[in-house]
């Protein structure tokens, strides 16, 4: 009896074969997607037509065409690996391991994280962190993450927000920028290029606002990291307007100055985001217990916002 079963189970390779060529249309399509050759799509697909005694594609000059049989199929197919990637996604956030997948700003984790992980797992030793670089909101789901730093607002659907810090911006450049480009008094940086973050567009409007500015600037560029913003900096192309507790070190040794000496709490905040699905698992509630810990700690520390 199981063996008769057996026949009509095909192996999940044809499967994933079949699925891909059906959405993309294209052999070598869905040999890219799959990082498998032509030859091996293809030989999954004719395993498949023959397990099945049936013809799932035709075969045109133009590439391949779902048959009748073949649509039919391709819609149920996708719906049943969508159901096994959900299950087994919540299969793996239920286990009982000791990794914890963390998503990481790249500059906050670089200067202001990564210093303070040797503690956490001088205090959590079984627990091993895997660590990966995201930018804004993600899908929680089919990214096998347990655990985010965001900055922004409190607004990720499906997800826990934990409030973690505010920071304070001010604007900086270049010393050989600000000799060339002096700025007497704040309005003067309305003429000059200014930098925009993506994560934080209305950075320097709110900043503005604070000194009862309201008059229009012009544009500027445009960057998504830290680093790449503080890097422009450096070559004197403009100003930026960057949290403090980031740029220390480049404050600290003159590579950057401050363009106006007015620092205000941004708009913006950094929390700690848990998908609704996870908040029971161990290694994620234990780094979540520390980081909520750290981030007070350091904000005890820090002048306050102005």
Not at 80 to 98: G, N, P, Q, V
Not at 195 to 210: K, N, T, V
Not at 217 to 239: D, K, P, T, Y
Request: glycine share 8%; charged share 20%.
């Amino acid at each position: 009896m199981l063996t008769h079963q057996r026949r009509f189970l095909p192996s999940t390779s044809a499967l994933a074969a079949f699925d891909s060529v059906a959405k993309l249309g294209s052999f070598s399509a869905a040999a890219n997607e799959l990082a498998l050759t032509q030859g091996a799509i293809s030989r999954q697909i004719g395993l498949l037509e023959d397990q099945l005694g049936v013809r799932l594609f035709e075969r045109t000059n133009r590439g391949v065409e779902l048959t009748a049989i073949g649509r039919t199929y391709a819609k149920g197919i996708g719906d049943a690996l969508a159901t096994i990637r959900t299950l087994s996604l919540e299969a793996m956030a239920t286990r009982d391991d000791t990794h914890l997948r963390l998503a990481i700003l790249p500059t906050f984790g670089t200067r202001w994280l990564m210093p303070r992980i040797p503690d956490f797992l001088a205090k959590n030793p079984a627990i091993i962190m895997d660590f990966a670089t995201r930018i804004g909101q993600f899908d929680f789901e089919g990214s096998g993450l347990d655990a985010a730093i965001h900055i922004g607002e409190p607004n990720w659907p499906g997800t826990d927000c934990q409030f973690l810090m505010h920071e304070l911006v001010v604007p900086v450049c270049s010393p050989a920028f600000l000799d060339a480009n002096p700025v007497n008094r704040p309005q003067d940086l309305l003429s000059k290029p200014l930098f925009d973050m993506a994560s934080r567009p209305r950075a320097w409007e709110h900043w503005f606002s604070s000194l009862g500015i309201s008059e229009g600037r012009g544009g500027g560029m445009r960057f998504e990291q830290f680093s790449n913003v503080v890097q422009a900096c450096h070559a004197g192309l403009g100003i930026a307007l960057v949290p403090t507790f980031l740029i220390e070190p480049e404050l600290s040794s003159g590579q950057l100055v401050r363009a106006w000496d007015h620092e205000v709490k941004s708009a913006s905040a950094y929390y700690l985001v848990r998908p609704l699905s996870k908040m029971a698992y161990g290694p994620a509630s234990t780094f979540a217990a520390w980081i909520l810990e750290q981030a007070r700690s350091f904000s005890e520390r820090r002048p306050a916002s102005v």
